[in-house]
């Protein structure tokens, strides 16, 4: 075997504790198998979107008991190293929750005890919440970090650990490299003791009954504002996740426990979500048994969580089939509704230059237009509700902007100030309230639609065989200007370029002195431009999965249209940027 390989199953079985992953890192060692080790010893798991996220498997690049005791060292370590930047000699203080994955309860154990045996304060949920309680808790007991143990919709062998910082908010640079940095100098674990939660240590609080109540009373005052007096009756699928009991509290407050029919065959929590092949709304199927259930019981809307519960779905039957809502389709009716909810609150239109709404780069540009129309602010921000939430907090608390709500295409959509971050929870609420005015979501956004233009998108993606490749791909789209002296193609199918945003090499055309507003990384590929003829797309490589995303949107006349041509510039960029079979893209 190589001596790396040795040294680092060597160091392994010195760190870990738990001895079904020891068992397996043994087996590889005495198997010779060094393809397996160098996989799982030879990378360490990195912080990506907020946190760690990967299979639950033995091996520095995996997600296990030393892996997370580690992680936790460091960030233990991080935020007491931040704290002697400020004044006063407050305790450091961490809010900890958990889902229901397979092992997502030891790891948050295990994750308290790092935080407790280095003297940091641990509010511990020692029940199952969904992945908004921990950025809520930051909030109300104004801790200094916040973990959560969830993969979100990943598959079932998955797990993840993310981060919150003090402000509420993920974490965002320079947060994950310092991060990341603690974590390699704090290698060695100091407790393995996960009862040490359990215990009356001074460190120790359990405040999940007083947190989930306050949760509650300001998801309530979602509801408040727009009155209506026909409840309509819905279907509620959880997806094998957490979301159910925090649902049943809302309606329950709502006065609409008649009106929820609930996915039995989904209710409870589920590890191994048996019933669909993705635990994602988005995915393809995904609604099936949610639809069967409506269609058993006469109801034309359903609605769903995926099983953290920070996402929201909704699909509704339509005389002649059933419409599941894309993010960009809930993001607008919701934006429709934050608007007229505003108005009512604050009568006056010199009040909505006050208003503050925002979408990721890759969401829909309807907002934007709406935003012009209706005279309120509009930002974008780079993918991910880290900077979605980060930027919506510096807007209202620095710059006495009222930032009350985010979207991203990605069915995740945030209403502050409850959370700065997605919640599925709160979206349900606040869908709920809208029904109450506007009982038919299609026929509303088809009102939108006629307002504002149609805007039909035609998202895909690529699967690239390797990060090279990837570069190289990006690298010729850029040099399809080369020969008129220019940084980026002329033209897509004939439709001219407008303008050009890349925040890799950090231009953008729009600007004066050329330089984009947006961040720049130098490590990830991401290009936006808009064509000629109302057309917006952003083609970027993937931070967490072996994909080129394309997200093109288009308005038009006409929904027909506007389809139509989104897929044509889709059909134009696989022939003329991506060569597919060229560059073995799939």
């Known amino acids: 075997m190589q001596p790396h390989l040795e040294k680092l199953a060597a160091d392994w079985l010195k760190l870990d504790k738990n001895e079904t992953t020891r068992a397996e890192i043994s087996a590889l060692v005495a198997a010779d ?27 520095f690049a995996r997600m296990n008991d030393l892996t997370v005791m580690q992680a936790s060292q460091g960030l233990a370590a991080y935020i007491l190293a931040q704290k002697q930047l400020q004044p006063g000699d407050r305790k450091a203080s961490v809010v900890i929750g958990h889902d229901h994955r397979h092992n997502s309860r030891r790891f948050a154990r295990l994750a308290a005890a790092a935080m407790i045996s280095t003297g940091i304060k641990v509010y511990f949920y020692h029940e199952l919440v969904h992945t908004p309680m921990v950025p809520f808790g930051i909030k109300i007991l104004k801790a200094d970090a916040g973990i959560m143990i969830t993969a979100s919709h990943n598959p079932a062998q998955d797990n993840g650990y993310k981060v919150y910082w003090s402000n509420g908010c993920q974490i965002v640079p320079p947060h994950d490299t310092g991060i990341t940095a603690a974590i390699e100098r704090n290698l060695d674990p100091r407790c393995w003791d996960e009862d040490l939660v359990d ?56 006065g609409l426990e008649d009106s929820m029919v609930v996915v039995q065959e989904q209710a409870d929590p589920n590890p ?9 709304p988005e995915e393809k199927g995904a609604l099936d048994l949610a639809i069967a259930t409506a269609d058993a019981q006469g109801i034309k809307l359903v609605i769903a969580s995926d099983p953290d519960a920070d996402r929201f779905a909704v699909a509704q039957k339509l005389p002649s089939e059933w419409r599941i809502f894309t993010g960009n389709e809930m993001g607008i009716l919701f934006a429709a509704h934050t608007l007229d909810a505003y108005r009512i609150k604050n009568p006056g239109v010199d009040k909505l230059n006050k208003l503050t709404m925002l979408c990721s780069t890759v969401s829909s540009q309807m907002l934007s237009t709406m935003a012009k129309v209706e005279g309120f602010r509009f930002e974008e921000t780079l993918t991910g509700f880290k900077w979605l ?42 869908f709920l309230t809208m029904l109450a005015t506007h009982p038919d979501p299609y026929e509303k956004l088809q009102q939108l639609y006629q307002k504002y233009g149609y805007f039909q998108s035609a998202n895909s993606y690529y699967i690239s065989p390797d990060p090279a490749v990837t570069t190289r791909v990006f690298a010729g789209i850029r040099a399809l200007g080369s020969s008129q002296g220019r940084q980026y193609p002329e033209a897509v199918g004939g439709r001219k370029i407008t303008w050009w945003r890349d925040l890799t090499t950090g231009f953008d055309s729009a600007t004066a002195d050329g330089v984009p507003s947006l961040p720049v990384s130098k490590s990830s590929q991401m290009l936006t431009c808009e064509l000629e003829g109302d057309v917006r797309l952003t083609v970027r490589g993937s931070g967490t999965e072996p994909k080129i995303k394309l997200y093109i949107e288009c308005k038009a006349d006409s929904e027909e249209a506007a389809r139509r041509r989104a897929q044509e510039v889709s059909d134009a960029l696989r022939d003329e940027w991506f060569l597919p079979e060229k560059n073995g893209l799939l």
Request: net charge negative.
């Open 33 to 59: 198998n060094e393809p397996e080790l160098e996989k799982l010893l030879g990378t360490r798991i990195q912080f990506g979107t907020a946190g760690l996220r990967s299979r639950m498997q033995a091996g």
């Open 199 to 254: 215990s009356e240590h001074e460190l120790v609080e359990k405040p999940l009954e007083r947190m989930r109540e306050a949760y509650l009373k300001a998801v309530g005052q979602m509801s408040a504002g727009i009155k209506g007096s026909q409840a309509v009756r819905f279907v509620y699928t959880p997806m094998h996740g957490v979301g159910l009991p925090f649902m049943t509290q809302v309606v329950k407050n709502m």
């Open 272 to 280: 191994d979500f048996p019933t669909v092949k993705f635990p994602n």
């Open 389 to 430: 939430g980060s930027r919506a907090l510096a807007l209202t608390n620095e710059e006495g902007y009222d930032a009350v709500y985010a979207f991203e295409e990605a069915i995740g959509y945030m209403f502050s100030p409850v959370v700065y971050d997605k919640d599925g929870i709160a979206a349900a609420s606040v």
